[in-house]
């Protein structure tokens, strides 16, 4: 018989025998297992008692010195390299697949860190690169699977300025208007930074006298070099300035089309109409009357669009590059094109005379314009004249120029009455009719504005939208009729904050405007029209765009208010929009043409692709934006102590914002500078209203102004008050240097007289 306290003693194991569960391996496995866990957790999950906890202590010291394991917070193990649960990422770009890849954004671990990749979430879980979030990583074969929490915006530790050198130690000064102080660089730490280029920075951490300190990270290019003021606005808001390499090849390995197994387009006179400085023509278009007697006085009309998908097909490295810009931006000095310029400029651009693949729509109108039918092709075409606008306008003017006087006969007059019914239907449709004039930017050789004017406007401009838009509405309809998915262009209707806004702005131009009624875009245009005339018509027309939403891509059906559509759909710029590259996909899987057309994992991600796109073009809109009004700064930096006449297009509780009808330029007036009393902000009349004498600066109003400071740098303009209406002190009390003189006797009342 064995007694008990005799069985305990025979299951004892010797203190230096390891369990045979306790291996480097097993404790390896066991945090790959839980990622951070305590000598206890690995205990609980060994199952290590008594004695064996010396020798688990024991592997876990040898372990650390072989730097396999790392101690982590709250005496935590984890393995080395291995990723927290939860973390904050910075989106770095995307793989060749298309999947947005992420790095930590603080590692301090030896080596690079673990390849991770951020996987779809819901609408507008879509990250732009450069952007910051927190996600909840989990482990995969080749690295981690990251799962968006929470997005926190782009990083902030980042700047972006221009180097300049000192005596002793260089500065960056940063573009951005809100960051309100330098940073110095020691030598070491400037990268090979020359003086006046633009670097990207990283902040350096730990206290010290005077600025704070930053190290160069990155040079993107010298602003002394001709036309570089819009490498600025580039790298500032993340547009991809170069095509890998990868896509580059692709490009120039594409080839011309030949017309096999395409409707052959080349004997009718297509015509391109373009701006002057237009880079690229994507679009050709050509009208004629129809002799179907069943449409008396009727047209038909065919709009030719380049065939890009034909060289960017799913999947490819110029897809992804496609995809990942979504549109192409352009400046005052440069384009950033969506795709390589090989493509861009050349093989899909409808050049005169050359062969070029295209996907078009056969339209037909009625003598009112509107449309009986319609029907997609495959072809290709041979565009006959490439004009611009105002060549187009003489020749619809009967003042044709002596070179296209015989297109001008047998191309643009049937085109020109095409256009003549299909306005009127437009008309009828009383589409929101905005009048905002667009400005050009002439910049020379040197890099320097020459000129900034606003571009005319005519019924050339006017006739190519309007066939694009119908163009449009075909793909559209052409789609739904089909059933295949695919983004649409769609803009609500004005928001009921915004048209209680936009009533009390016109109760102040005594306007009745009445909230409740149902909006449509001719009660817009109505309020315009009667305002055409007075010199409330600008800023109306700036108030009423304000009034609007953004239009965005999307794959559900809303329609589009400002065009006063039930279905758009961008098909006619295919060149510079992916929008327009999956539209053109999607017709070619409608109407069997080819094996290039929208696939299924495409048609599954569109709700993703067209948040991704919608992002991509208000980060160009911005851009183009801020690159404007550094060329427009610099253009008024000769011109700093001028004084114009401006209007004020805004108002806010810290100034006016002012605009000069000759040029555009747009400044603020701070409201400091505006007198000696107390301006409140009436949000109601959009107006500043002194306190004590009642003045009043109101939206709309034309004052005097003094260009007081014009900086290139971050397009920043400062007015002061001129003229006339300059602030004044109108207090009639004598004034000391020490302020009231009946408060002053006091003070020396009390001190006294000083013993001597």
Known sequence: MVFPIERRELNKKPHNTPSPTITKESVLAALAREPKATKRDLARILGVHGGDRIALKRILRELEQDGEIKRGGKRAFTKAGAMPDVLVLEITGQDNDGELLASPQKWEDEGPPPNIIVMPGREGDAPGKGERVLARLSKVEDGYEARIIKRLGASVHKVLGVYRHGAKEGRIVPIDRKTKFEFMVAPNDRGGASANELVLAEPLSGRSSGLPRARVIERLGNLDAPKAVSLIAIHAHGIPTEFPADTLAEAAAAKPVDARGREDLRAIPLVTIDPEDARDHDDAVWAGPDDDPKNPGGHIAIVAIADVAHYVTPGSALDREAYN????????????????????????????????????????????????????????????????????????????????????????????????????????????????????????????????AYRERLESMRLIEEFMIQANVAAAEALEKARVPLILRVHEQPSKEKLFSYSDFLRTLNMPFAKGQVVKPGVFNRILEKAKGTPHVDVLNDVTLRSQ????????????????????????????????????????????????????????????????????????????????????????????????????????????????????????????????????????????????????????????????????????????????????????????????????????????RRPG
């Open 325 to 452: 810009r979504g549109n192409s931006a352009y400046f005052p000095d440069r384009v950033v094109p969506m795709l390589p310029e090989v493509l861009s400029a050349d093989l899909c651009s409808l050049h005169v005379g050359e062969d070029r693949a295209c996907l078009a729509v056969r339209m037909v109108f009625d003598q009112n314009g509107h449309k009986r039918h319609h029907e997609f092709l495959r072809g290709i075409m041979r565009s006959a004249a490439s004009l611009t606008y105002a060549q187009a306008q003489r020749a619809f003017d009967g003042t044709p120029d002596a070179d296209n006087a015989e297109i001008a006969r047998t191309a643009l007059t049937p085109l020109w009455r095409a256009y003549q019914a299909l306005a009127k239907a437009r008309d009828v449709r009383d589409p929101l009719n905005l009048d905002l004039p667009e400005r050009r930017i002439v910049i020379g050789e040197d890099g320097k504005v020459k000129s900034i």
């Open 549 to 752: 939403a953004q239009a965005i891509y999307s794959p559900d059906n809303i329609g589009h208010f400002g065009l006063n559509l039930s279905h758009y759909a961008h098909f006619t710029s295919p060149i510079r929009r992916y929008a327009d590259l999956i539209v053109h996909r999607a017709l070619i899987r409608a109407i069997h043409a080819g094996k290039d057309g929208l696939t299924d994992g495409e048609a599954g991600k569109l709700a993703q692709i067209a948040e991704h796109i919608s992002m991509t073009e208000r980060r160009a809109m911005a851009a183009e934006r801020d690159s404007t009004d550094r060329y427009v700064a610099a253009y008024m930096e000769d011109r700093v102590g001028a004084t114009f006449d401006a209007r004020v297009t805004g108002v806010t509780r810290f100034g006016l914002f002012v605009r000069l009808p000759e040029t555009g330029a747009e400044g603020l007036v701070p409201a400091r500078s505006l007198g000696v009393e107390y301006f409140r902000h009436d949000e109601r009349k959009h107006a500043l209203i002194g306190d004590r004498t009642g003045t009043k600066y109101g939206l709309g109003d034309i004052l005097p102004v003094r260009l007081v400071e014009a900086a290139p740098l971050t397009g920043g303009l400062r007015f002061e008050l001129g003229g006339a209406n300059a602030p004044v002190e109108k207090s009639n009390k004598p004034k000391t240097p020490w302020g009231n003189r009946k408060k002053l006797d006091e003070r020396k009342k009390k001190r006294g």
